[in-house]
């Protein structure tokens, strides 16, 4: 079959999953009216193709082609609980007596959620069963009106459930926030996140993504939408560990207002295909963001990053570090988009780009742009791709140093760089456990942490 007839297939499937879902929904609902122009739009566009230069590198239809079965009955599974608390890093949130949000396939688990009953500067509401708050429908009506990317409108149709966060002024003393999904079920699980930091209000959000069975068949699309305000700091970690099988489409979309710090990190590793989409926008001055991450691939995986920042005031900072790692027939794709507006004077961005290679068969492919508009900036980008210095290895095992060590120790000082962007020393503790655990499953040839 032609890479052209699976698309139409999949297509046709997919669009009459939205038009099934779109008949079932309240017309009286809020959020129907952008349900239904989205659905007419992804209907009109499709699925996007390699025409589309922000697709140039990813085929959908060469990994995706048909829409994983899936039961009306999906029981939450007996073992969830003990299996989310083997997790150190969940262990030491309930310790610290931190929000932790739990989803299975989608789906908001309210009975093993917990919002820390201390704190008065969070609300939580389930984007499914909850009224939506006002601030959350407009925002996600102009998120819409100003969205014309065939995956937001597919996620917009069929957003299922998701977590509606308020975070209010908690004078410099951070809020914590653990977002845990779990894919459980083979099937098609679509949801959606917002999130309002109101001005000077200070957060740490943590997602996980993790498959909790290796045989998994799922396809999901999500989304999180930030509007942060003025003189806020927030500090954003994802981890995901889907197995070989799962198709993912994960998007972020962040507005910034002044003086206002935001550092979004990811590591992502498995995953049959996987895009990263994050669309950020320094709408006020003297913000600092950092958008960083880590990206693990063995197998046959696919991971896409594609990063646009938009400065649109002066004074402005962002630097995009991208650290990815691959082995057997994986294949990495980095697509950085930095564009700095005539009025934003004073631009300091970054971008650098790095993939180390461990075998023949891998691939990455990266794609840095600059579009600078300003005259007084300093803008810059890089990319390179290299395999594990033969000389610095001997070097390693001519001291004394085991092979497997010496490896531990060249790869630790490739991902450094972008691990340094974590920058509160509470998170990187935090996550010690987990850097370590993957640093030496990383040194071991095992990417899929």
């Known amino acids: 079959m032609l890479a052209e007839d699976k698309k139409?297939?999949?297509?046709?499937?997919?669009?009459?999953?939205?038009?099934?879902h779109i008949g079932s929904q309240d017309i009286k609902h809020p959020l129907y009216p952008v349900r239904l122009g989205a659905y007419e739009l992804f209907k009109a566009q499709g699925l996007p193709t390699t025409r589309n230069e922000q697709w140039r590198y990813t085929n959908i239809v060469s990994k995706l082609e048909k829409i994983p079965s899936q039961?009306?009955?999906?029981?939450?599974?007996?073992?969830l609980d003990n299996f989310i608390n083997n997790f150190e890093i969940v262990k030491k949130a309930k310790e610290n007596n931190d929000s932790v949000l739990v989803f299975m396939d989608g789906a908001m688990q309210s009975q093993l959620s917990v919002v820390n009953s201390d704190t008065k500067t969070i609300s939580v509401t389930s984007l499914k069963r909850d009224p939506i708050p006002d601030w959350a429908i407009k925002l996600n009506s102009k998120k819409h009106s100003q969205n014309m990317d065939e995956l937001f409108n597919l996620n917009t149709t069929l957003m299922e459930d998701g977590a509606i966060i308020n975070i209010s002024n908690?004078?410099?003393?951070?809020?914590?926030?653990?977002?845990?999904?779990?894919?459980?079920?083979?099937?098609?699980?679509?949801?959606?996140?917002?999130?309002?930091?109101?001005?000077?209000?200070?957060?740490?959000?943590?997602?996980?993504?993790?498959?909790?069975?290796t045989d998994i068949e799922a396809l999901y699309t999500s989304s999180i939408i930030w509007k942060i305000g003025d003189n806020c700091v927030v500090n954003n970690v994802k981890y995901q560990a889907h197995n070989q099988v799962t198709i993912g489409f994960n998007q972020q979309y962040a507005d910034i207002e002044n003086n206002t710090e935001f550092n979004s990190f990811t590591i992502s590793s498995g995953s049959k295909l996987l895009r990263e989409f994050r669309d950020i926008n320094c709408n006020g001055s003297n913000s600092n963001i950092s958008i960083s991450g880590i990206n693990l691939l063995d197998g046959d995986s696919h991971i896409d990053t594609m990063l646009s920042v938009k400065h649109k005031a002066p004074n402005t900072i962002s630097r995009e570090k991208y650290k990815s790692i691959l082995n057997d027939n994986s294949k990495g794709v980095f697509q950085g988009n930095i564009i700095v507006d005539d009025i934003a004077q004073k631009t300091i961005a970054k971008q650098s780009i790095d993939a180390l290679i461990l075998s023949k068969n891998a691939e990455h492919d990266a794609k840095p742009e600059l579009e600078i508009y300003?005259?007084?900036?300093?803008?810059?980008?890089?990319?390179?791709?290299?395999?594990?210095?033969?000389?610095?290895?001997?070097?390693?095992?001519s001291r004394g140093i085991p092979e497997e060590e010496a490896k531990r120790l060249l790869v630790h000082a490739f991902l450094t760089d972008a691990l340094e962007e974590i920058k509160d020393k509470k998170i990187l503790e935090t996550f010690a456990d987990a850097m370590n655990n993957m640093l030496n499953r990383v040194s071991k040839g095992n990417l899929n942490v």
């Not at 139409?8 to 099934?20: L, P």
């Not at 039961?71 to 073992?79: E, F, G, I």
């Open 8 to 20: 139409i297939d999949v297509e046709e499937q997919i669009i009459a999953y939205c038009k099934s």
């Open 71 to 79: 039961s009306l009955s999906k029981p939450v599974p007996v073992n």
């Open 170 to 213: 908690n004078k410099a003393i951070a809020d914590t926030i653990y977002i845990i999904h779990v894919g459980n079920n083979d099937g098609f699980y679509n949801y959606r996140h917002m999130i309002n930091v109101q001005n000077g209000a200070h957060v740490n959000i943590f997602e996980f993504k993790i498959s909790n069975k």
């Open 374 to 397: 300003a005259d007084d900036v300093q803008c810059g980008h890089g990319a390179t791709t290299g395999q594990i210095s033969q000389d610095s290895l001997f070097y390693l095992k």
